[in-house]
């Protein structure tokens, strides 16, 4: 052994002054950089940190990702040797943080590689956060969860700047307060970041829409796809479908086949109130978690949901994650039940609790989530399993006891929901369409703005018992009439409550400020009777 040489402790390996070659392989922790994944329709914000130590070469990534995270290992890899990016060869390790959050998804494949590529890098990602798929050649691709995600952080007010692919930042550039850069490839992203080239923040389309501006703007759609001027005769229904559609009112509507029962429904989605700026973006969230092209419209889904549908894909969930049902897609616009009895009694039973409550609770052992429930629920029905109970002209082939059978599927507690029932008699050859969807919608507008000019935020029919108290003042008659009616139907709470509300949405309806006898009358026509045969 040479006579300079001796052992030195680790302490003193370490207080050493370390030589370039040491430097270039040195233990070295680069600053995190902000993704994001999605746990039912709420971004949960994603730390990614990455460690480069000595060792034989390998690539992990920890932190609870699923199958498109640890395959991101591979396009990481690749992006990096096609973009002019030597990998190093050294242990790294990408951590994403919370660890014991389950994380989906392949748009944090940039973060994850900007981290690799500025590893001896001075580049600060400061509040950014970074979303995109990454192709074998370097492309920054698109992911379907990008706009939820964005909107989500936005919402909860941590975010502000993004960088993301070329086709979601000018999606992203739509949300207030949000403003995205657009990479084309990883090779940009990197050089973005370690303050090569600038990138210009992508423009926000412009918002084709109609605007009225009340306390806030208010969006709508000009064009009519299916229009009530097409609906013969059943005059009572349409005002039904007018009552309902300006205060969110459930309704059922039972007849004969072909009298136009689910016509009038699919036409409710047209007229229904104007959609605020969140609106707009909550329904381009919604078909981003779908899948589908957000299409920034003022228009309130309709949701159509088959009767042999499954329980799951109404209300949502999963044994693996929780996905969103029809009545979370629905929020906002309406849901439809056409053959009402054939859905399954489970279904029936289970859906008292959203159009009560106004949300949905998923509650799964690794995670419970909150789905708002705010829509209008129409439903339709024959009133016999043949159709023809009342009908005029056709004889009912239908014993009571099927008749009652048919009708017992559904439950006092369920039809206790909705709000608003119409009996539909057959249609008359000579009737024609009365009313057309233009008018019927302005005069939903007009109701609107009363709602809003006295100051209340919730539709009529989704006012909570103090809101009712309060925006739904009757007139003495009215209150009398009221009064009359609860001891003679035996009217519990939540029917007087319903009927308040509908009379509230009448006298909107006919520009009054306090309920009338008239509007609670015919608030009370709606009630549902028993039906039998004669």
């Known amino acids: 052994m040479e006579e300079n040489s001796q052992e030195l402790t680790p302490r003193e390996l370490s207080s050493q002054e370390p030589t370039p070659n040491d430097l270039a392989f040195s233990p070295f922790r680069l600053k995190s950089l902000r993704s994001a994944t999605l746990e039912g329709a709420i971004a949960r914000e994603v730390s990614c940190e990455a460690s480069f130590t000595r060792g034989l070469p390998a690539f992990a990534i920890v932190g609870l990702g699923d199958e498109a995270i640890k395959e991101a290992r591979d396009r990481v ?15 790294i390790t990408v951590n994403l943080s919370p660890s014991d959050l389950k994380k989906a998804g392949s748009q ?9 590529a500025l590893q001896n890098e001075t580049a600060d990602f400061g509040d950014f956060f970074c979303f995109g798929e990454l192709g074998l050649d370097g492309e920054v691709r698109a992911n379907p969860a990008t706009f939820a995600l964005a909107l989500s952080l936005a919402r909860q007010g941590v975010l502000e700047r993004v960088v993301t692919d070329p086709i979601s930042a000018p999606l992203l550039a739509k949300i207030p307060g949000v403003t995205a850069y657009p990479a084309r490839t990883l090779r940009e992203a990197i050089m973005f970041f370690s303050g090569e080239i600038a990138i210009c923040p992508a423009a926000s389309a412009a918002f084709e829409a109609r605007t009225i501006v009340l306390d806030r703007e208010y969006f709508y759609e000009e064009n009519f796809a299916l229009d009530f001027a097409d609906v013969r005769g059943q005059k009572h229904a349409k005002r039904a479908a007018l009552i309902a559609a300006a205060g969110f009112h459930n309704i059922l509507l039972s007849g004969a086949p072909g009298s136009g029962k689910s016509m009038i429904v699919k036409r409710l989605a047209e007229i229904l109130p104007p ?11 919604l078909a981003s978690i779908e899948e589908r092209e957000a299409e920034f419209k003022a228009r309130r889904p309709l949701r159509n949901p088959h009767h042999t549908a499954t329980r799951a894909s109404i209300f949502g969930g999963g044994s ?15 849901l439809f039940f056409d053959e009402l009895p054939h859905f399954s009694k489970v279904i029936l039973e289970a859906m008292r609790e959203p159009l009560e409550d106004n949300r949905l609770l998923i509650s799964r052992v690794n995670s419970k989530i909150i789905y708002e429930t705010r829509f209008l629920f129409a439903a339709a029905m024959n009133p016999c399993p043949c159709g023809n109970l009342f009908s005029p002209s056709r004889e009912c082939r239908c014993a009571p006891i099927e008749i009652a059978r048919y009708q017992s599927r559904l439950s006092d507690p369920f039809l206790d ?12 050859e000579e009737a024609a369409g009365d009313i057309t969807s233009r008018e019927m919608r302005e005069r939903v507008f007009a109701a609107f703005k009363m709602m809003r000019s006295r100051g209340q935020n919730s539709w009529n029919a989704k006012l909570s018992e103090s809101e009712t108290a309060r925006f739904c003042a009757m007139e003495a008659d009215a209150e009398t009439a009221l009064s009359q009616a609860a001891a003679r139907f035996a009217l519990s709470q939540r029917a007087i409550d319903k009927l308040r509300r509908i009379s509230r949405t009448i006298a909107d309806l006919e520009s009054r400020s306090a309920i009338t006898k008239a509007d609670f009358l ?11 045969k004669n």
């Open 77 to 91: 890899k690749s992006a990096l040797l096609l973009s002019a990016y030597k990998f190093p060869p050294l242990k």
């Open 108 to 116: 944090i494949d940039l973060a994850i590689a900007l981290l690799i």
């Open 275 to 285: 959609m605020s700026l969140a609106e707009v973006l909550e329904q381009a969230s």
């Open 320 to 334: 693996r994650e929780s996905k969103m049902g029809e009545v979370a897609l629905a929020n906002g616009g309406v």
């Open 417 to 428: 929901r909705i709000d608003l029932f119409v009996k539909m008699n057959e249609i008359n």
């Open 522 to 532: 015919e608030a009370l026509s709606f009630r549902r009777r028993d039906e039998a």
